[in-house]
């Protein structure tokens, strides 16, 4: 039996699952098949049960709960990590959002779940890829934006202001490191197979954390965002202990995440 394997070509993504890629880890008895896509691509193929194992935002994965099983490694949680909200008027407050042309990184999206529960009466959205907010804000299409991954490093040198960090805004709310992107196993996999997953996930981010510049070229190769300096960032800030090992702090976080999002009615 073959297992395809899908995750973001992002550098927390490609550092975690490098050493299953070039093959220097593998799971007994099945063969893995990787597959590359951004974070909302993931979802959509999530929300349609593509991939035996995905990565995919926490939302999505909140309603997929009976598709996917979530497995405890390689998921993406923390504190200080969070997506921010950016234009290119500084002058913007909190009241204007209501009135004003949003552009998220997809619809399925941490991202866009935050922003709808810090500003719910902000309604029109649109949605693109997280590498096209920057874009859609330079051409106009939109007078703010929420940006991820990459982005979140660089919006100052591309001339914008932050106007809110949505993840400061989570953890004063909550307490809680903010749920960003999930790991998941469908439902029809041998449940047998979840910790086999987990420990070549586990072997495969011991890996690259041995010798770093080991993954350096498939990381570069794969990045939005050339710079080293930004991959090392980005590196350091999403990978952590709870990719490790997602634990009791991190589903107590995205038992926060759910509720907060049924109370709003965004979910189900």
């Known amino acids: 039996m073959r297992l395809q394997l899908a995750y973001s070509p992002c550098p927390n993504d490609t550092f975690t699952y490098y050493g299953i890629m070039s093959g220097k880890i593998s799971l007994a008895d099945y063969p893995l098949e990787v597959h590359h896509h951004d974070i909302e691509t993931l979802n959509r193929l999530a929300l349609a049960g593509t991939y035996e194992i995905t990565k995919m935002s926490f939302p999505a994965w909140l309603k997929l709960k009976n598709k996917y099983r979530l497995l405890t490694v390689g998921n993406a949680l923390g ?40 500003c719910p009466e902000a309604k029109n959205k649109i949605f693109t890829t997280y590498d096209q907010v920057f874009s859609a804000l330079h051409e106009g299409q939109a007078d703010c934006g929420v ?93 952590n202990d709870l990719t490790y090992d997602l634990g009791e702090t991190g589903r107590k976080a995205i038992n926060k995440l759910e509720a907060m999002a049924k109370a709003a009615g965004i979910i189900a």
């Not at 009135?99 to 779940?113: C, S, V």
């Not at 997953?197 to 770093?212: G, H, T, W, Y």
Request: proline residues 7%; glycine residues 6%.
């Open 79 to 118: 504190f200080g990590c969070g997506p921010i909200l950016i234009a290119k008027d500084k002058k913007i407050k909190s009241e204007d959002l209501p009135k004003l042309r949003i552009a998220l990184p997809g619809e399925q999206t941490t991202a866009n779940l935050l922003f709808s529960l810090y």
């Open 147 to 239: 940006v991820i991954h990459e982005s979140r490093f660089l919006f100052p040198q591309a001339g914008f202001y932050k106007l809110c960090d949505l993840g400061e805004w989570w953890e004063a709310t909550t307490g809680s490191p903010i749920p960003l992107g999930a790991v998941g196993i469908r439902s029809d996999v041998p449940l047998e197979l979840d910790s086999q997953v987990e420990n070549i996930f586990r072997k495969s981010l011991n890996l690259a954390a041995a010798d770093p510049q080991l993954a350096m070229p498939y990381i570069k190769k794969m990045a939005v965002e050339m710079n080293d300096e930004v991959i090392q960032k980005h590196i350091k800030m999403f990978v």
